[in-house]
């Protein structure tokens, strides 16, 4: 994160003002404008100060004769002083009792998603991290034409993942069943990982040699979990917000930036890609315009927490442009964080 210098308090108080009248009205704030807010100096003392949190790298000045608008860095100062003032928000009972009765881990995410890009106005996302730790349920093997199996695989919380294999051999439908029974019996409630190595391990055990059946379905399994590695999964809600506020705040160079942001998503995984640094800090984090590592990211703000429960990890957030609310994101992003681990850790029922 970008460091940004320390402020005497009334500086401090003034610079806070300035970002939130510029968030709520995205004009450029004039000094007389803030003489009128009761801070109890002149228009030309505040005019020094401005020029001061200029010469410091926290506001600019758009236009020669405009009033001053935060930059990155004047964003940064203003969200650790929230960060440090924060008290604990509270989620709406209603908002929770509806991710109890979502089902799923994975209706939970989609769900909180929803519920993110409605408290927040923003692009709301939640994330279940592929995780080695993620549970083998079962396997199934459909045959298809000319020789070649499509491997169905159930695995935590009802994920389905599937690919078409072609086998080194033939095998008839009464094989592919009893290799699916072998596995199912064998492995469920394991996890993926112990089961890949498992897996590999036995074709190298000398007993193999003498169980055709069990040679045939650990052969079929290792190609089975051959590149099958568990992808996140994500749910991303509110995109049509985020282009309302690309059009109306700059038409044309902050368009042109969500579309690709847009088209990112529809790559999910390159979208997990894009927040990696955001989503794999423990707790709270805000990175803000150009402290994004990624060039395509410079023009967002991403609010984030993580979540960690019942072996389940993974984070929420909302991104949206860097002019953005971040106390009410910070309040809703937090919340709901907080209520996941509570709904994983004790279901309904």
């Given at each position: 994160?970008?460091?940004?210098?320390?402020?005497?308090?009334?500086?401090?108080?003034?610079?806070?003002?300035l970002v939130q009248a510029y968030i709520e009205h995205g004009e450029p704030v004039s000094s007389l404008w803030l003489a009128s807010r009761g801070f109890g100096v002149s228009s030309a003392t505040l005019r020094n100060i401005m020029a001061r949190l200029e010469d410091q790298g926290l506001v600019k000045q758009p236009h020669t004769s405009a009033g001053r608008v935060p930059t990155d860095l004047g964003y940064r100062l203003y969200v650790d002083v929230l960060l440090s003032d924060r008290r604990v928000a509270r989620l709406a009972p209603q908002v929770e009792e509806r991710l109890r009765k979502a089902g799923t881990v994975e209706d939970v995410l989609s769900h909180a998603s929803h519920e993110?890009?409605?408290?927040?106005?923003?692009?709301?996302?939640?994330?279940?991290?592929?995780?080695?730790?993620?549970?083998?349920?079962?396997?199934?093997?459909?045959?298809?034409?000319?020789?070649?199996?499509?491997?169905?695989?159930?695995?935590?919380?009802?994920?389905?993942?599937?690919?078409?294999?072609?086998?080194?051999?033939?095998?008839?439908?009464?094989?592919?069943?009893?290799?699916?029974?072998?596995?199912?019996?064998?492995?469920?409630?394991?996890?993926?990982?112990?089961?890949?190595?498992?897996?590999?391990?036995?074709?190298?055990?000398?007993?193999?040699?003498?169980?055709?059946?069990?040679?045939?379905?650990?052969?079929?399994?290792?190609?089975?979990?051959?590149?099958?590695?568990?992808?996140?999964?994500?749910?991303?809600?509110?995109?049509?917000?985020?282009?309302?506020?690309?059009?109306?705040?700059?038409?044309?160079?902050?368009?042109?930036?969500?579309?690709?942001?847009?088209?990112?998503?529809?790559?999910?995984?390159?979208?997990?890609?894009?927040?990696?640094?955001?989503?794999?800090?423990?707790?709270?984090?805000?990175?803000?315009?150009?402290?994004?590592?990624?060039?395509?990211?410079?023009?967002?703000?991403?609010?984030?927490?993580?979540?960690?429960?019942?072996?389940?990890?993974?984070?929420?957030?909302?991104?949206?442009?860097?002019?953005?609310?971040?106390?009410?994101?910070?309040?809703?992003?937090?919340?709901?964080?907080?209520?996941?681990?509570?709904?994983?850790?004790?279901?309904?029922?």
């Amino acid at each position: 994160m970008a460091r940004h210098p320390e402020l005497p308090e009334r500086d401090r108080r003034i610079l806070g003002a300035l970002v939130q009248a510029y968030i709520e009205h995205g004009e450029p704030v004039s000094s007389l404008w803030l003489a009128s807010r009761g801070f109890g100096v002149s228009s030309a003392t505040l005019r020094n100060i401005m020029a001061r949190l200029e010469d410091q790298g926290l506001v600019k000045q758009p236009h020669t004769s405009a009033g001053r608008v935060p930059t990155d860095l004047g964003y940064r100062l203003y969200v650790d002083v929230l960060l440090s003032d924060r008290r604990v928000a509270r989620l709406a009972p209603q908002v929770e009792e509806r991710l109890r009765k979502a089902g799923t881990v994975e209706d939970v995410l989609s769900h909180a998603s929803h519920e993110i890009s409605r408290a927040s106005h923003q692009l709301g996302f939640a994330i279940g991290a592929a995780a080695e730790d993620t549970t083998f349920e079962h396997v199934d093997f459909v045959p298809l034409e000319a020789g070649k199996v499509l491997v169905v695989l159930v695995s935590t919380g009802g994920h389905l993942s599937h690919k078409a294999i072609e086998p080194a051999e033939p095998y008839t439908s009464a094989e592919l069943q009893q290799a699916a029974n072998y596995l199912n019996t064998e492995f469920k409630g394991q996890s993926l990982s112990n089961v890949r190595q498992t897996i590999v391990d036995r074709l190298h055990e000398e007993r193999t040699l003498y169980d055709e059946l069990m040679a045939r379905a650990l052969r079929l399994a290792s190609s089975t979990f051959e590149g099958l590695d568990p992808h996140p999964c994500i749910y991303i809600q509110g995109t049509s917000l985020l282009l309302d506020i690309a059009t109306a705040d700059d038409p044309e160079t902050t368009l042109a930036t969500m579309k690709t942001l847009v088209r990112m998503m529809e790559e999910k995984t390159r979208f997990v890609q894009l927040l990696d640094d955001c989503i794999t800090g423990a707790g709270l984090t805000v990175v803000i315009g150009t402290e994004h590592n990624d060039p395509e990211l410079q023009r967002f703000s991403v609010v984030t927490s993580t979540y960690s429960s019942a072996g389940h990890n993974g984070a929420v957030g909302v991104i949206g442009p860097t002019r953005m609310r971040y106390s009410r994101a910070i309040d809703v992003v937090a919340s709901l964080s907080r209520a996941i681990d509570r709904v994983l850790d004790k279901p309904e029922g």
